[in-house]
């Protein structure tokens, strides 16, 4: 019998809920009493119920995003990871453990996974690949492709970004 994934479930979120993840998009330390003001006609408690339900709900989650280059995590590099059939869901599971990974997804194509990850220096990087991704069970083949400049990340630009926008550099 062949085991298969459950559905993530979906609450339906309504107008209101969508307003408040887009403030908090912009700037996520933004209280209730400022959404509030800034959606106008609705009262704080509402956005702070309705704020406590969407993280209770996993609809959205609160995180730091640091900005890599500024916190001496200059080396970034995108994989694709080409699994043996049947064998990305047990890689996935394993890659998610890791702190280097920033970003892990599944995909269609020549590659069964995409995944950002981050060392402090190429050396790291490459000890990195070798000795820990390339030897997970069910591994084929890992391409790795330089990151040269991060813009942005996550929806929030990086320092490249800013000071592209300074310099008028495209």
Not at 85 to 96: H, I, N, T, W
Not at 131 to 150: C, D, F, K, Q, Y
Not at 157 to 169: I, N
Request: glycine share 6%; with cysteine; aromatic share 4%.
């Amino acid at each position: 019998m062949v085991k298969q994934a459950t559905p993530l479930r979906r609450s339906e979120l309504d107008d209101l809920d969508h307003k408040i993840i887009a403030l908090l998009q912009e700037d996520g330390r933004l209280s209730a009493s400022e959404v509030a003001g800034r959606i106008g006609n609705i009262a704080e408690r509402t956005v702070r119920n309705r704020i406590a339900s969407l993280l209770q709900n996993k609809h959205i989650v609160v995180s730091a995003i640091p900005d890599p280059t500024r916190v001496g995590r200059d080396v970034q590099a995108d994989l694709l990871i080409e699994t043996v059939p049947g064998e990305s869901e047990a890689v996935a599971r394993r890659m998610v453990e890791f702190d280097q990974v920033g970003y892990l997804c599944a995909m269609t194509g020549e590659y069964n996974l995409g995944a950002s990850v981050i060392a402090n220096t190429n050396a790291a990087l490459h000890e990195f690949i070798e000795a820990e991704i390339s030897t997970i069970p069910g591994v084929r083949r890992v391409n790795t492709m330089m990151v040269m400049r991060l813009y942005k990340v996550f929806n929030t630009r990086t320092s490249a970004a800013v000071a592209s926008d300074s310099t008028g550099d495209q």
